[in-house]
């Protein structure tokens, strides 16, 4: 590879280190590409794929790799293209509150920046501290905000991305309403780096809230908590999060980092922002709400209390990796009244299959991720656990991926839910941007 493939000027390793640290994301499913390359800017990127178009060799870009369904695994080969090192933040504009950074950018590094200037940049995917901007832009990644605030998607104003023959292209406009011609920018979130390689993304910013509440409620069943769910919102409130955890999302944190969390069947954690008159009164309601509905509530108004409370909910994904079994994971979605039978689905099948399920996950907007816990020997019947939920969350009138899209791991399912003929577009679509099939190739479709 290293002889076919002359990048002057551009970092690249074929050293095993780098390519067995290369060769895997946080799906755990591992192969070896041909060679990493780091780029540090848009003309290394375009480089790279001019180069390998010629040659017809496969090229994965990359983020940080902590997406859950090999959406960055060179499962041909290939060139792994890291984009970590475009990591600037180029300009923050606080009068027009945009962006502009490159996809390197770590979420949480952007957070904080905005913070000191009063400004804030509402998807925080779990893992805010390690996951990129470009990751997020690829998978359109939501986060516990999702309710009050959207997704990825609902931010991106423009985009700058490199097509698989490379060529620059830009898509979207630095204004906030734009209709001409067809949306690119929009085709390229959430596609999973198959169409295009993002090298600069402009994202519209908001002003902080003057205020925020966090609130821990508690129920002895999860149809209780679905209850409450829905009164909240028929309320008239609208929470900026709502995170459930089942009993043994609860229980994993509490193993791996005694928190003080109360186990209870359903936990639900509950932001409110906004003005500070606003919150307190919502904060009020809610407890009031809660408490009709049969649930316990903790009100944490500090920023030290509101945090510890945050640090449990997002200890649960390195809780349960410590816990030394398999796991299957999918993010997926229903609508918010069919909660509570999703929920009494995974106990049932779990308990038929011997199989342990954990599932916790952005409840206000339906979005659960379901864990099934397994040991070595009890695979066949893990698998056959995740076929019955996909089946289910279908029948339920869902979709199989809230926000960590289909890489590899869902691609076998694809077909429930999207039509042959839906299928063919898309296909068309990626031969139209990608027509030697060199960028990312195996994601997605079947």
Not at 57 to 70: E, H
Not at 116 to 123: I, N, R
Request: aromatic letters at 6%.
């Amino acid at each position: 590879m290293r002889e076919a493939l002359k990048f002057s000027g551009i970092e690249f390793s074929d050293s095993p280190e780098d390519l067995f640290c290369y060769g895997f994301d946080a799906s755990r499913l591992k192969t070896t590409p041909g060679i990493v390359v780091w780029a540090k800017g848009v003309e290394d990127v375009a480089s790279v794929m001019k180069i390998a178009s010629e040659k017809g060799v496969p090229v994965v870009p990359r983020g940080a790799g902590t997406a859950t369904t090999g959406a960055s695994t060179p499962v041909e080969g290939g060139v792994v293209l890291s984009l970590e090192k475009m990591q600037r933040i180029i300009e923050i504009d606080e009068e027009n509150m945009d962006v502009l950074v490159e996809p390197g950018v770590i979420n949480g590094r952007l957070q904080r920046g905005l913070e000191v200037l009063d400004l804030f940049y509402p998807p925080d995917p779990a893992s805010l501290e390690f996951c990129t901007i470009g990751g997020n832009v690829a998978l359109n990644a939501g986060g516990p905000r999702g309710l009050k605030y959207g997704v990825t998607r609902d931010y991106v104003l423009e985009l700058e991305a490199v097509t698989p023959e490379g060529t620059v292209i830009r898509a979207g406009a630095r204004t906030l309403k734009r209709t001409v011609g067809y949306d690119l920018k929009d085709l390229l979130i959430g596609s999973e780096g198959t169409l295009a390689i993002i090298t600069k993304i402009r994202l519209r910013v908001l002003p902080m809230p003057e205020r925020r509440i966090t609130l821990l409620t508690t129920f002895d069943s999860i149809s209780r908590c679905g209850d409450f769910i829905l009164s909240v919102l028929k309320a008239g409130i609208l929470p900026s999060c709502m995170e459930l955890m089942d009993r043994g999302a609860v229980e994993v944190v509490e193993e791996y980092r005694a928190t003080g969390l109360p186990v209870a069947e359903a936990s639900l954690l509950i932001e409110l922002d906004g003005s500070n008159r606003t919150v307190i009164q919502d904060a009020e309601r809610v407890a009031e709400v809660c408490r009709r509905c049969g649930g316990e509530v903790q009100v944490a108004e500090d920023h030290l209390s509101q945090e510890a409370l945050w640090k449990a909910r997002r200890s649960i994904a390195p809780a349960l990796y410590r816990l030394g079994s398999e796991k299957i994971n999918h993010d997926v979605v229903v609508p918010r009244r069919q909660i509570p039978t999703l929920f009494e689905f995974l106990r049932k099948v779990s308990g038929q299959q011997d199989v342990k399920v954990v599932a916790f996950g952005h409840a206000g907007d339906g979005n659960i991720h379901i864990n099934i816990l397994y040991h070595r020997e009890l695979e066949q019947s893990a698998r056959a656990v995740a076929k019955r939920l996909i089946e289910e969350v279908l029948r339920l009138e869902g979709t199989i991926s809230g926000e960590h899209g289909v890489g590899l791991t869902k691609r076998q399912y694809i077909g429930l839910e999207i039509s042959n003929r839906e299928m063919d577009i898309m296909r068309g679509i990626k031969r139209l941007f990608d027509p030697k099939g060199i960028l990312n190739p195996g994601k997605v479709f079947p």
